[in-house]
């Protein structure tokens, strides 16, 4: 079950064709947020040309907008961005649960992410 207004597949990059997504890099590492089939998340070197698909995620944003919470789907794999047990990340078949949906507030132009459900 996707969220409204998702996407039904990703869009695979191929050779010579741009992922559509966006990166998202961490400041103080310079590493990009990475994903893998398995639904394992981890950050990795920026794909310097975007071609990695797996570097690419797209957000969808929650109604109302002024409450700034969004879901994140790799471009990929299709699978949201979710919290497991503690504070481990992965991704996952895209359900709508609280563990999937994000809120953001930006600061110095960067976003600061948290999960709805727990607060990671």
């Known amino acids: 079950m996707l969220p409204a207004g998702m996407p039904g597949s990703a869009s695979a990059a191929g050779v010579g064709i741009q992922a559509v997504g966006s990166q998202f890099k961490n400041e103080k590492t310079e590493l990009c947020l990475d994903s893998d089939g398995q639904g394992n998340v981890y950050t990795k070197g920026c794909a310097w040309d975007k071609h990695n698909a797996y570097q690419q995620w797209g957000v969808q944003t929650i109604a ?3 409450l700034n919470i969004f879901f994140m789907y790799n471009v990929q794999t299709n699978r949201c961005l979710e919290t497991g047990s503690g504070d481990t990340i992965r991704t ?5 649960s609280l563990s999937q949906q994000w809120s953001k507030t930006t600061y110095n132009g960067a976003w600061i992410t948290k ?3 727990n607060g990671t």
């Open 64 to 66: 109302p907008e002024w």
């Open 92 to 96: 996952a078949p895209c359900t709508g």
């Open 115 to 117: 999960n709805v459900e």
